[in-house]
């Protein structure tokens, strides 16, 4: 089992940029995929990144496609979602995810997932 704990969350106006954090402990980090999901009020949970064990692998919900971007430091033990020109339909609790998975394979589906943080807010103001 893995322990993630996201932050960098907050209020911030259309436009903006975040940098979000997902620090994990546990199980090898190297070992894990890293994916991230986000769920507005009133709506399911989503998909919106994932990466693969090596960063060579990521893949983006259309949405935040040019806009969004994942990666991984595997030394710190550490993902990241570095988000820019924030829009009010951002806002949303995102959450960070991880899976052990085998060589490059990078899961989309939420079931797929075995660990999650607690989440953390974020607001995108008009």
């Known amino acids: 089992q893995v322990q993630l704990v996201e932050s960098g969350g907050g209020l911030v106006q259309a436009g903006d940029s975040l940098r979000l954090s997902c620090a994990a402990s546990?199980?090898?980090?190297?070992?894990?995929?890293m994916g991230w999901f986000r769920q507005a009020p009133g709506k399911e949970r989503e998909f919106v990144a994932t990466?693969?064990?090596?960063?060579?692998?990521?893949y983006y919900a259309d949405a935040v496609k040019g806009r969004f971007t994942i990666s991984r430091d595997n030394d710190k033990k550490m993902s990241f979602l570095q988000m820019t020109n924030l829009k009010p339909e951002d806002t949303a609790v995102y959450y960070c995810?991880?899976?052990?998975?085998?060589?490059?394979?990078?899961?989309?589906?939420?079931?797929?997932?075995?660990?999650w943080g607690q989440g953390t807010q974020v607001t995108v103001s008009s």
């Open positions: 546990g199980r090898a980090f190297s070992r894990l995929a």
């Open positions: 995810a991880a899976k052990s998975v085998i060589l490059s394979y990078t899961p989309l589906r939420l079931d797929e997932y075995s660990d």
């Open positions: 990466i693969g064990r090596s960063s060579s692998s990521t």
